[in-house]
């Protein structure tokens, strides 16, 4: 599905929708030009997110208060001013065996971004190559998220601090059997923790650029 430019590819406000089995691109938003979800249950199945852009918020998919599901999909080459791949505040987003890959932000979060009261799950997903400018290559939070069995790797923050992963003020990140590598920043090369509470489990942190690789300001972090 070709958006042509023309504002979000799906704009899904008042039922609940499912996407599957196509390619969403070249949608151009100010938040989500793949997809605009706000307070609805989504269900993304065996889709491509690519080529999108946003202004703001979401170059891929942007979701406000509502639920998505998101499974053996691929958020690759999507732009954004924060949130390159996907921005979610205020609600739920789980991520089931896709990848997260290529994206770019002008701010915060090549990849993904989840935002104040967003409760965000990640599992069997590859989080890679994703670049942003300011914190949070890969990933930023400021919600609640949990990563199983997951990689996120060769991503990098070109300016400032977590070039895998942005955990900031009230964010809470559980991190379980998972690896964290080749990842790049001037600060925190793989995470970044500023306030926030960090549980990392059985998860390998190697080979990343910048020092500390693991980054803690004023916050709570435990490794099992």
Not at 105 to 117: K, P, R, T, V
Request: glycine fraction near 16%.
């Amino acid at each position: 599905m070709d958006g042509f430019a023309g504002g979000s590819v799906f704009l899904v406000e008042t039922t609940s929708a499912v996407l599957s089995d196509m390619t969403i691109t070249n949608g151009a938003a100010q938040e989500g030009g793949g997809i605009h979800n706000t307070g609805t249950e989504l269900s993304v199945t065996n889709c491509h997110i690519e080529s999108n852009y946003s202004s703001w918020r979401g170059g891929g998919i942007f979701n406000s208060q509502g639920a998505i599901t998101i499974s053996g999909s691929s958020i690759e080459a999507n732009e954004a001013g924060t949130g390159g791949g996907l921005y979610s505040y205020s609600g739920t987003l789980d991520l089931i065996d896709s990848v997260i890959s290529s994206n770019e932000s002008d701010g915060h979060a090549g990849g993904l971004y989840n935002g104040q009261d967003g409760e965000t799950k990640l599992k069997d997903v590859s989080v890679q190559d994703n670049t942003c400018y300011i914190d949070g290559g890969g990933i930023f939070n400021y919600g609640t998220m949990t990563i199983d069995n997951s990689s996120i790797h060769g991503n990098k923050s070109t300016n400032y601090s977590g070039g895998a992963i942005r955990n900031e003020g009230e964010g809470t990140l559980y991190i379980n059997n998972s690896t964290i590598s080749g990842n790049k920043s001037s600060l925190g090369g793989a995470i970044d923790n500023w306030h926030g509470t960090i549980r990392l489990n059985s998860t390998t942190v190697a080979f990343n650029e910048g020092s500390p690789a693991l980054d803690d300001t004023d916050g709570n972090v435990r490794i099992k």
